[in-house]
């Protein structure tokens, strides 16, 4: 049974920074491509990243590619998602994901997700 928890969310101010991670059990973790996606109020679950499970490719929505970095340990079995000059606009609940096939951006794309872990951004 894949099991993924969050932590690291919390209150920052704008232009400030917060590191996410994300505590995988059970699966096959070494192996699996995984994602971060975040859902602001009143809006839909939204494409972040996207990581190999080599580690060797990252992909990033657009709104987050220079701010944000994806990165993992497997051998911690560990997803990590730092934050840098963050903005009121990142507000959201953010959520580590399991990535199975097909595209990427898309949440239908991957089969297991964590609980979230709340992400606030004053101004």
């Known amino acids: 049974q894949v099991q993924l928890v969050e932590s690291g969310g919390g209150l920052v101010q704008a232009g400030g920074s917060l590191t996410l991670s994300c505590a995988a059990s059970g699966g096959t973790f070494s192996v699996d491509a995984m994602g971060w996606f975040r859902r602001a109020p009143g809006k839909e679950r939204e494409f972040v990243a996207r990581i190999t499970y080599t580690g060797g490719l990252t992909f990033y929505a657009d709104s987050v590619k220079g701010r944000f970095t994806i990165s993992r340990d497997n051998t911690r079995k560990m997803l990590y998602l730092q934050m840098n000059s963050l903005k009121p606009e990142d507000t959201a609940v953010y959520y580590c994901?399991?990535?199975?096939?097909?595209?990427?951006?898309?949440?239908?794309?991957?089969?297991?997700w964590g609980q979230g872990t709340q992400v606030t951004v004053s101004s």
């Open positions: 994901a399991r990535y199975r096939q097909g595209d990427i951006y898309k949440t239908t794309s991957y089969d297991y």
